[in-house]
């Protein structure tokens, strides 16, 4: 028996935890770190150049909603990149399903439950068939779904016809990114998620204590779910407040009813990757496929399941743009909207390399993203400009991850 | 199942728990293993050596149903048994701790140690009883490498590797761990931890079929030695009986000077 069994219970200060962190910090499991600084510094940036044009209520709520499908997207691709593997067309798969949705909806008045549901299935069907492709005929993804990009950006352009659009009349999708949740809906939102954040924490805890295990004390818990709990508070504070420039016109306040929507997507991913055996398995297909082989895992099913996860949260992501223009155009998807995907995922952290990443990831590099084009565009950049920016914060991401990468090898076979 | 294999008394170490007569084993032309016999007796580490090329991967890759074979009687505990499959092999408690290790880097020891086999509570992951039953494992090996069991394997030593892929293969109440080479890759204080390790095992009751290139290594813990010589069975004797120019000699040629024939089988079918 080792020495640490002869005490029953494990109690960490707050002193070891902090210990640990910094260890995983030097052993180059970086985390969240780069990505909450560099948004940390983002922010403090174009306030200071921009002031209250940049922080004031109408512009953070902007910011959600330019944010909110990249952030699906990535969450989605983070998948794919946690095998290894690469999904080029999740851009175009968005906009044809979202134009599937379009379709069902406007020209053939389905109403929009079943419009939808169709649409995520056709989706999950696009990520089938690229899994198969990928895991059972064994071409690389990478070709797999370039082929894909260039298919669904002609399929795209049959759905619209060339130069149309397909219109967005139902109400409720619409919703989704042009209207707000009432501010005392967005207030029982806020509360019943910082209640659930501390019961879950407190419930790990309890369950922990119990088996004897090495447990970091009562007030890591106390501090974290303070933390979250201030986040959000000031968040719907913020959100509720008044932000139409005419009150008389049109009052505007309240949380985007998007918020709730990538917030259950983001518990929702996380949950399936930590706590059930498939997720642990993408993690083990992801860090050795040959030893999750050997293991008994399926590897082809694991591979199939994450590309056809990821094309399905793309249908999410290319609704989202939809509800957001009103329609689905030839654009839908196209441009920069994978390119933006994959670097939110890199920007918050997750590894190229395979193995290593979050949905929380998506979120958080979308959310860089999104402030460095809101905040460039706000202070009259040019496009040109954005692009060098964000190029550059996805280069440094990726060096991040690199070096990371290094110091864990290194610190790893002494 | 909360009980694991350090809380079984060592079996009887009369009869061998695992025995393979007249094995034989062809790859289209070339005729690998020429009539093996084998014996695995639990509470003993049997070495396993022979030079490049003499069958030693052929032979425990059939032992763990990775490839059939072509001839010959498998049998465990006594009785004849067919193993297709590396999960039929598992069923019967025989595990393999392959040379390359197959862990994840990425995850920790105790998702290293659960790989494939997780336990689960109302569907979900069972993290709590599965890290109980890591440690538990471990400390009944009396591995003190190990700090916490939630370190990323990527950054534990050689040794600690092997460690952690020795302690998942006795995890599942197994009978017969099979180690290929689990000293090569390490220095000099590594591998003798993982040679206390491997006595360990013997000394819990299992059978222990260890593969090595080093003699060193193979006088310090085996009870029993076996020599394959280009797919024959050319020895398998007591640990004690030999010396280390015998074995040499045993590995090089196929015969020993000053040795009568014992044990050993002539030439193969």
């Known amino acids: 028996m080792t020495t640490t069994d002869e005490q029953p219970m494990r109690q960490q200060s707050i002193g070891d935890a902090f210990g640990d962190y910094l260890t995983r910090l030097r052993g180059g499991d970086v985390g969240a770190l780069p990505a909450m600084a560099g948004l940390v510094a983002l922010v403090l940036v174009f306030t200071a150049l921009s002031g209250s044009t940049f922080t004031n209520a109408f512009n953070f709520s902007n910011l959600i909603l330019q944010g909110s499908a990249i952030a699906v997207f990535a969450m989605g691709l983070v998948f794919v990149l946690l095998l290894g593997e690469i999904d080029l067309s999740a851009g175009y798969t968005g906009g044809v399903t979202a134009g599937v949705l379009g379709i069902l909806m406007t020209r053939h008045a389905w109403p929009w439950v079943p419009a939808l549901v169709v649409a995520l299935l056709c989706g999950t069907l696009i990520g089938l068939s690229i899994g198969l492709l990928v895991a059972r005929l064994g071409i690389p993804s990478f070709v797999v779904t370039l082929s894909y990009f260039l298919g669904l950006q002609g399929l795209l352009l049959l759905e619209t016809g060339a130069g149309g659009t397909i219109a967005y009349r139902n109400n409720e999708i619409l919703a989704i990114m042009n209207n707000n949740m009432p501010v005392w809906l967005g207030w029982v939102f806020a509360l019943v998620t910082i209640v659930a954040y501390a019961a879950l924490g407190f419930a790990r805890r309890v369950t922990r204590v119990r088996a004897g295990l090495a447990t970091p004390t009562i007030l890591v818990w106390v501090a974290k779910t303070a933390a979250f709990a201030i986040v959000i508070v000031a968040a719907t504070a913020y959100l509720s407040k008044e932000r139409s420039r005419n009150v008389f016109l049109a009052s505007l306040k309240g949380i985007p009813i998007v918020v709730p929507i990538v917030g259950a997507l983001l518990v929702f991913l996380t949950f399936l990757l930590t706590r059930t055996a498939w997720g642990r398995h993408v993690y083990a297909v992801g860090g050795n496929a040959e030893a999750a082989r050997r293991a008994g895992i399926s590897v082809a099913w694991v591979r199939i399941s994450c590309f056809m996860m990821c094309s399905t949260l793309a249908t999410v992501g290319g609704v989202l743009l939809a509800s957001r223009t009103n329609s689905v155009n030839p654009q839908t998807g196209g441009a920069e909207t994978l390119l933006y995907g994959v670097g939110a995922a890199v920007i918050g952290g997750t590894s190229l390399f395979g193995g290593k990443g979050r949905p929380l990831d998506g979120l958080l590099g979308a959310s860089v993203i999104a402030v460095i084009i809101n905040g460039m565009t706000l202070q009259g950049q040019s496009q040109g400009r954005v692009y060098i920016i964000t190029g550059a914060v996805l280069l440094l991401a990726a060096s991040v991850d690199a070096i990371s990468r290094r110091r864990a090898s290194a610190s790893g076979r002494v | ?269």
Request: hydrophobic residues 40%; aromatic residues 4%.
């Open chain 2, 1 to 269: 199942m909360t009980a694991t294999e350090t809380e079984r008394p060592a079996a009887d170490t009369g009869t061998p728990v695992l025995s393979l007569r007249g094995i034989e084993k062809s790859f289209g032309a070339v005729h690998v293993l020429r009539g093996v016999d084998l014996d695995i007796y639990s509470g003993k580490v049997t070495a396993l050596v022979g030079d490049n090329g003499a069958g030693k991967s052929t032979l425990i890759k059939g032992i763990a149903g990775i490839h059939g074979f072509d001839a010959g009687d498998y049998s465990f505990e006594g009785q004849p048994v067919t193993v297709h499959s590396p999960r039929d092999a598992n069923a019967l408690g025989i595990e393999v701790v392959y040379q390359d290790l197959a862990l994840c880097d990425n995850l920790d020891v105790v998702h290293n140690m659960f790989l494939g086999r997780e336990m689960l509570k109302a569907r979900l992951l069972d993290e709590s009883t599965m890290e109980q039953r890591a440690r538990t494992t471990l400390d009944g090996l009396s591995v003190r490498t190990l700090q916490s069991v939630r370190t990323p394997v990527a950054a534990l030593s050689g040794g600690q590797r092997q460690t952690v892929a020795i302690a998942r293969a006795v995890l599942w109440n197994s009978k017969v761990v099979i180690l290929d080479e689990p000293t090569a890759a390490l220095g000099v204080a590594q591998t003798e931890q993982v040679l206390a390790l491997v006595r360990r095992l013997a000394d819990h009751g299992l059978g222990v079929l260890l593969i090595s290139h080093n003699l060193n290594d193979v006088f310090e813990v085996a009870d029993e030695i076996a020599v394959l010589y280009l797919g024959t069975m050319v020895a398998q004797v007591e640990a004690g009986e030999v010396n280390n120019s015998q074995v040499v000699e045993l590995i090089t040629t196929g015969q020993a000077t000053g040795r009568s024939a014992g044990t050993s089988k002539g030439e193969g079918a």
